[in-house]
């Protein structure tokens, strides 16, 4: 019975690092051609380790205005998106109506809904109410269209919240809003850095909306630019956009391991979509 | 005065109102209205409604048709044969394993997931690429070579959205799985029940919500891809890879026909509307 168990893992452990092998090929081109002098399109080891990839795009045109672009617009979104969406799921979650299910409802089927069906309304749309081409119709837009995911997941951190302190605070005359913001919300941290960074990570990641919604050059976030790069220089410099693909996806990958390792493994935000 | 207290208490869901009215609800409905007018992106004072002129003609185009045939192939190989019975496998194997390579694999996974969608398409691009890495890989087990975004290029984004969607169904399942009873899975072991069997007859029907949850969730996400499949190919080599959102930004921006190309979306809309509404019902006990 245990040699047949041993012998069931070393069979599961086999198949696990093919499939992971095949999954990491990709990632193992990116990391070596980013320090590869002579960087292909296949993995290789490269014929010397090199910094000059980094060096050639760290220029403010192509790598830091584009990033710093990206961190005002998601991280713009992100705060509003947050702000409504704790505002929001209060009451939902605190106060009993006849609303509360239709309203959840909607916010659920929201969700899902393929954005990227009504962007060239949008676009048509912003192009008559003179939005087109600014950061706040698209942070605005941005926002919209994560908040309704943003207020089902805060309205679920929130539900675990107990409200025997709330109560007490009513009773020493705090208002609902004081007692949101003093109470619950600093009780709810870790469900809060979730959906924050959930929200911040799918717009850093998000290239139809910005690729759309705006039009100028020294506007562009990374996810746009780094399309043009590639289009331009990338067709030659392949270490050079490796470089900067390591570069731009490095913050995404950085918070994601935060937050996983806060919420106990990676299962947090699979289990959190699930309802 | 009672009731205009309570009312009060709900005061604070009117900014998260107010942005989705204007931002998400507006688009939407203004979607349904210019699909029945002829607007174009230029030279046009003003456009003039000709019912459901655009959706005749779409059923008579062949790129669109074309456009439907692609999108259901892209949808049924990368989303539901793909990443939701990939997802699976790798959830039932990592039960098993050993927990380094649980950790490794897990980790391999989650990683192209939370990956930009651009980064993610240039990755691929390069792995199936002529001289890229699987030609490289086939080289040197003596298989035959391909040019595979020019010879199979759906085939190609198809792997790509597996690649970068199955670690959403794996963390699903993993959860799933972690949710069935240790006894009952021992109980049929003792039965004498292999490891298909048990699958089959036990597993499968205990994690059937989150198999319908899953196969909505990833369908969805897949009939929106726009950027993978825009860096790795435009649609091409002609528009052999050309999916539904990317026939809707050539019609609306390289042909300039903004109504026809909202109604190509409307129809995409009114598709994820139904599996969004099938995806309610699933969850109906949980809200």
Redesign the interface.
Known sequence: MARDRASRRLAADLSLLAVAGAFALPLVWVLLSAVDPHAGLRVRVPDGVTLDNFDAILTPEITYTPLLNSLVLCGGATALTVACAALAAYPLSRFRSRLNRPFLLTVLFATSLPITAIMVPVYALFVRVDLIDTLQGTVFFFAASQLPFAIWLTKNFMDGVPRELEEAAWTDGASALQSLVRIVLPLMGPGLAVVTVFSFVMMWGNFFVPFMLLLSPDRMPASVSINDFFGNRGMVAYGQLAAFSVIYSTPVILLYVLVARRLGGGFALGGAVKG | MRARR?AA?????T???V??L???A???A??VY?AFTD?QLTGQAHSSFVGLANFRRAFRDDAFLNAVWLTLVFTVLSSLVGQNT?GLA?AA??K???KP??T???G?????W??????AG???Y??F?R???L???LGWLHLPRQNWLFTLPVLAVSFANV?RGTA?S???Y???LDGIPAEITEAAEVDGAGGWRRMWHITLPMIRR?IG?NL??NT?QT?????LI??MTRGGPGDRSQTL?LF??EQ?FQNSM?GY??AV??L??LV??L???V??RL?RT??
Do not use: D, H, K, Q
């Open positions: 309570r208490r709900f005061l604070p869901l900014p998260a109102v942005l989705l204007l931002f998400l507006g688009p939407i203004y979607c210019i607007l990939l790798l194997l990592m098993r394993a050993s390579v649980r490794f694999t897990g391999v996974v989650i990683t192209a939370v990956l930009p969608e651009v980064v240039f990755l691929l390069a792995f690429r001289e890229g890495t030609n490289a890989v690649w959403f794996m963390l699903v993993s959860a799933a989150s949850t909505m969730l969805l009939l929106s891809v726009f950027g825009w860096v959102p809707m930004y609306a903004i190309g909202t979306a409307l995409l809309l994820g509307s599996f969004s509404a995806y309610l969850l949980e809200v």
